[in-house]
């Protein structure tokens, strides 16, 4: 596993993480124990950053990595969570001083732990980025030793611009797979240029990527990708990165191709993801141990040439773009 430099902060990661929203809630039911195996996992296949939320589960997502911490003791791994979507709905009122020292307790609470490596404002709403003072409360929270450093997780590339004008944002979570490419044109240059690390959620696009879905599959009641299809819960981008499953179907039929060897889908779309040297740090969830250890071997794999590259970028232009790149 190589590690890369986690921006400002003087700390490296492994470049393929651990995301951990599918252990929280819903992907379908995850029981405890596979969780927890999973965890395992991925830390012994030399994951070392972990990315979870306030809102997985309600905190259970959190108190599972607490629970793998203290089973296995030493060094902790960079634990990163986030803040803001406890609200019940969304304000820049909302991240007064009072919520966000209180979501953060909660989370030190939860991860047991005295100080957060990481706090990401959880997509927070747009008009946000535009209001310095709540940036300034992150600034105090850090000086009072609660947290070390705080980015922002966004659903829009504009979100990301403007957020990394603020000194004191390390990093920026964003969607980045073979299915939502526009990061990679502007975003991924001002992150270098200003020496912020980047996140990239969602790199399979829900799992389309891995080529394991049909027009059939069914999806439990408790998975977003059946209660959030259309959006009804959360923005739809989240969900298969906002491509309408059918169109997302037939375009990894055309991806398929280009996977050679005996590497999987999944392994070939997370390489794909790590070509881009503006990415620090990948973050695939899993529900067992074996999806844990096959997505900490994609680092493992062969760099992919520029005319693979160039293929499955033509697959995005003529299939995905127009249902996606402008919209995020």
Not at 93 to 102: D, P, Q, R
Not at 257 to 283: C, E, H, N, Q, Y
Request: charged share 25%; glycine share 8%; proline share 4%.
């Amino acid at each position: 596993m190589q590690s890369r430099k986690f921006g400002r902060t003087g700390r490296s990661v492994s470049e393929i993480g651990f995301g951990a929203w599918a252990i929280g809630a819903a992907w379908g039911e995850v029981n405890d124990d596979d969780a927890v195996a999973a965890l395992h996992a991925a830390l012994d296949a030399g994951v070392s950053f972990l990315d979870t939320a306030d809102v997985y589960g309600d905190g259970r997502s959190e108190k599972l990595i607490a629970r793998v911490m203290k089973e296995r003791g030493g060094a902790r791994p960079f634990i990163a969570t986030k803040a803001g979507r406890r609200l019940s709905k969304q304000s820049v009122e909302g991240y007064s001083v009072e919520n966000l020292t209180g979501w953060i307790d909660r989370s030190l609470t939860y991860l047991e732990t005295d100080t957060l490596d990481l706090v990401q404002l959880h997509c927070p709403p747009t008009d946000l980025y535009y209001h310095p003072e709540v940036f300034e409360r992150l600034d105090k929270l850090a000086e009072q030793g609660k947290i070390r450093n705080y980015g922002v997780s966004v659903e829009r590339v504009e979100e990301a611009l403007k957020a990394m004008q603020y000194p004191g944002v390390v990093s920026v979570q964003i969607i980045f797979n073979a299915f939502r490419q526009r990061p990679a044109e502007l975003f991924f240059d001002q992150a270098k240029k200003n020496d912020v690390a980047v996140i990239a959620r969602v790199p399979l696009a829900s799992g389309l990527l891995s080529g394991k879905f049909r027009t059939d599959t069914k999806f439990e009641t408790t998975d977003h990708r059946l209660f959030n299809r259309n959006g009804e819960a959360f923005d739809v981008g989240e969900t298969f990165s906002g491509v309408p499953f059918d169109v997302g179907l037939a375009a990894v039929e055309k991806v398929r191709p280009l996977v050679s060897g005996d590497t999987t889908m999944a392994k070939f779309a997370l390489r794909w993801i790590l070509m881009f040297d503006a990415v620090t740090v990948v973050i695939p969830g899993a529900r067992n141990p074996a999806q844990a250890v096959s997505n900490a071997e994609a680092a493992e794999l062969a760099p992919l040439s520029s005319e693979l590259m160039a293929k499955v970028k033509t697959v995005y232009d003529e299939n995905i773009k127009p249902y996606v790149h402008q919209r995020w």
